[in-house]
């Protein structure tokens, strides 16, 4: 019997009622592992207005009631980490280990989730004028929405419907159709941990759905994650029905290598950030660059990126997974081929990769471009497969010249011995997350996720302090209480607090 991956609307498991649907397929193998029916517009009035109702009493819920709401999913989703990263990897294809990252880097979303009282804690200064204190104090918005990849199946919507929940608004999830699995065991855990009914929706779909649901009136506030093409035709569209937007996109990140560097670190830290959960993560490392001498490292870290081979998620020797889709592969070989034509060296080739017991995987085995230039389409896209480009310059300042020509900046890195040239890195380079002799500098959640330039869209980031005022309205008091006689005050005609 085939599987369904229902919606979740009030509090209600049950398929979408259109008569699209998807069959989610395990990448290592192409087995149907179940149909995902797509929600239908009806199914998505349906969400929206239980959403809108639910935010009636939920906004009114005490903020640590919220908050223990937080502490016991963050404690369910604990106990059910081995359980969720099994249910990943089946849907998305990462290794076991890798999946389990992928989980807990939501539970620290969560965690910080937990802190919502002092997050969303006022301002107020006393005495701004005679008898008069202003203060100002955070208010939920109402429905939001959240509009999720497939290459983090649990973090990235744990970026968004905890701490929007927890700030007092209700959330409508669209997980990716690629890997609907994961959301909805995320769902059940929240239910489990007594979100109460029309809190969290979960509907199915792709462009159509997202459409319905920028375009409702009663949703005010939309998250994306996803491609440069996609989250540019969201941030227009939410922007034009006047909604607050925020879209996290697609990236292409340098790893600038000094040749002051230790060789064995960058070697060791190169290999899983270019080939790591087969190159499909925002922040992978799919352009080194070589400083100087440091170019003669190329040949022992593209041998040792050969002795790196994919597998299926249960495989502990595995260094990574398939890519997500037949078609992703071949957008990737593409590419490569690509790369071949516009005349870049290819020292490594991962077409033809070949996994024993899985003849049907999505697999690409990694690869290395020498000689890249920037005009080369395998420079300009992004490639999002396990595709490394090495480019050589002369020293810092090309370097900083290069990565700062790039149209991307979601995150980069510098791996050196001096202080000086981390420093100068850090203060002129025109990306959001540095990373300095760290390869992926993802922050944690009490910091911001801050991608730039074409890689974010908007002006609030996710996670940390910032989404919650992307999730919140402020609103300012100015309150008179006289000790005196307050009829004794004189008309004031003018804009003066006196
Ligand atoms: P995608 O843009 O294809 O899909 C993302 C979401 O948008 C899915 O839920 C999908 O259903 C929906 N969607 C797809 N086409 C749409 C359309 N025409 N209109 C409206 N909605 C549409 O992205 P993906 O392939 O799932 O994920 C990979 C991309 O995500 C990469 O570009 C990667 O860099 C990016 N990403 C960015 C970050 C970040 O934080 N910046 C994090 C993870 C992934």
């Known amino acids: 019997m085939t599987t369904i991956i229902p919606q979740f609307i009030n509090g209600e498991y049950l398929p979408g009622q259109s008569t699209e649907s ?24 349906r969400a929206i207005e239980g959403a809108e109702k639910a935010f009636a009493s939920w906004r009114k819920v005490p903020v640590p009631e919220r908050a223990r709401l937080m502490l016991r999913y963050q404690h369910l989703l604990k106990a059910h980490h081995d359980e969720l990263a099994e249910i990943l990897a089946q849907d998305n ?86 890997v609907p699995m994961t959301a909805l065991r995320l ?46 035709h969201i941030y227009r569209r939410g922007c034009h029905q006047l909604k607050r937007v925020q879209c996290m996109a697609g990236a292409k990140n340098h790893m600038v290598i000094m040749p002051d560097a230790d060789k064995n670190t960058v070697i060791n830290n190169l290999l899983g950030a270019a080939v790591g959960a087969a190159g499909q993560r925002c922040m992978a490392i799919s352009v080194a660059v070589f400083v100087g001498d440091a170019i003669q490292w190329l040949d022992e870290l593209t041998e040792k990126l050969r002795a790196i081979r994919p597998g299926h998620w249960k495989d502990p020797e595995a260094g990574y997974g398939p890519l997500i889709s037949p078609a992703a592969k071949q957008r990737v070989e593409a590419l490569i081929a690509a790369g071949v034509n516009e005349g870049a060296n290819l020292k490594l080739d991962g077409r033809q990769c070949q996994v024993a017991g899985f003849p049907d995987g999505n697999w690409l085995g990694p690869t290395v471009f020498a ?128």
């Open 22 to 45: 998807q069959s989610i397929v395990d990448p290592a193998t192409q087995q149907h592992l179940a149909n995902l029916p797509y929600s239908s517009e009806a199914d998505i009035e």
């Open 93 to 178: 294809g990462k290794t076991f280990e890798d999946a389990m990252g992928d989980v807990w880097r939501g539970i620290e979303v969560v965690e910080q989730a937990c802190n919502i009282p002092s997050l969303l804690m006022g301002e107020t200064v006393e005495n701004v004028a005679r008898d008069v204190d202003t203060y100002s104090i955070t208010q939920p918005l109402g429905v939001c929405v959240g509009i999720t990849p497939f290459n983090f199946p649990a973090m990235i919507p744990l970026w968004m419907f905890p701490l929007a929940i927890a700030c007092g608004n209700t959330f409508i999830l669209k997980p990716s159709e690629q």
């Open 371 to 498: 000689d890249v230039t920037t005009d080369m389409r395998i420079y300009r896209e992004e490639i999002f497969g396990p595709v490394l480009c090495a480019m050589q310059v002369a020293n810092l300042d090309e370097a900083l010249a290069l990565v700062n020509n790039s149209p991307f900046g979601n995150g980069t890195s510098i791996f050196t011995a001096s202080g000086a040239a981390a420093r100068r890195y850090q203060s002129e380079v025109e990306v959001g997350q540095v990373g300095i002799n760290i390869p992926i500098p993802v922050p944690l959640p009490f910091f911001s996720f801050t991608g730039w330039k074409k890689s974010f869209m908007g002006d609030l980031h996710a996670y940390g302090k910032q989404a919650v005022r992307f999730y919140t309205e402020t609103k300012t008091i100015t309150a008179r209480w006289p000790e005196d006689d307050a009829s004794s005050s004189a008309p004031n005609m003018t804009i003066s607090l006196k």
């Open 187 to 232: 769902v059940e855990l929240f239910e489990e941990a007594g979100c109460p009914s029309g809190v969290l929706q979960m509907v199915h779909g792709g462009k159509q759905q997202v459409d319905a649901l920028l375009d409702a009136p009663l949703t005010r506030a939309i998250s994306f994650v996803g491609s440069v093409p996609v989250g540019e």
